[in-house]
């Protein structure tokens, strides 16, 4: 339960709803300082994501060793850093067909999360105070330091506005999938995910007109 509860404040929503976000509130120039943003995420989340979501389940997966780099996932993320790096460019077969592979993620997420609660009692799920103890950190505290921090450092709009945005995002919807298949509480996870991503669509404007 630690574990979930641990990624759930660690890793918040940056790819399905990070970039549409930042489209809108800050335009399509930003969206290119959002991937440098997100450039380690997917590293580090099925690297040390791994690890702190099975924290008390697989001991095997608590420490960080060389084998926890050698995934499908981060070897995606390596190959996909090198294509921008050298601006490689895939046939348009093979670009088409990874695209609508990776677009399958969220979806997939989404019905996992959906099969979880299918059969919840609704105000069970929504009678965990200890999920709006984290929707507080994850979608007001979270942000707000992250804008306080990095007003500290720089005056530019887009490097404080993007980073900040994207901590104001609620939890990553993979962390289901990864909670199922590692032997954490996947019901947790999927309930975090869903109140997070509910209550944002109110945090998320309040986060948006502070930075404006």
Do not use: H
Request: aromatic content about 14%; glycine content about 6%; some cysteine.
């Amino acid at each position: 339960m630690r574990g979930v509860y641990r990624f759930a404040l660690l890793f918040p929503n940056v790819g399905f709803m990070g970039y549409p976000v930042v489209n809108a509130v800050f335009g399509a120039e930003a969206v290119f300082y959002a991937a440098i943003y997100n450039l380690p995420f997917n590293l580090i989340v099925f690297t040390v994501g791994i690890m702190i979501i099975s924290w008390g389940v697989n001991r095997t997966t608590q420490k960080i060793t060389p084998a926890m780099f050698l995934n499908p996932a981060t070897v995606a993320v390596v190959i996909g850093f090198l294509f921008f790096l050298f601006s490689i460019e895939l046939p348009t077969a093979i670009a088409a067909t990874v695209k609508q592979l990776g677009s399958l993620t969220t979806p997939l997420s989404m019905i996992l999360i959906g099969a979880l609660l299918a059969n919840c009692n609704f105000k069970a799920m929504l009678g965990n105070w200890r999920i709006y103890v984290i929707c507080s950190f994850r979608l007001i505290a979270i942000p707000l330091a992250t804008w306080v921090v990095l007003r500290s450092f720089t005056s530019d709009p887009l490097l404080i506005g993007v980073p900040t945005i994207m901590a104001a995002m609620p939890v990553a919807a993979n962390s289901a999938i990864l909670a199922q298949e590692y032997g954490a509480n996947s019901f947790l996870a999927s309930q975090v995910v869903f109140v997070t991503t509910l209550l944002s669509v109110i945090t998320i404007p309040f986060i948006a007109y502070l930075l404006a």
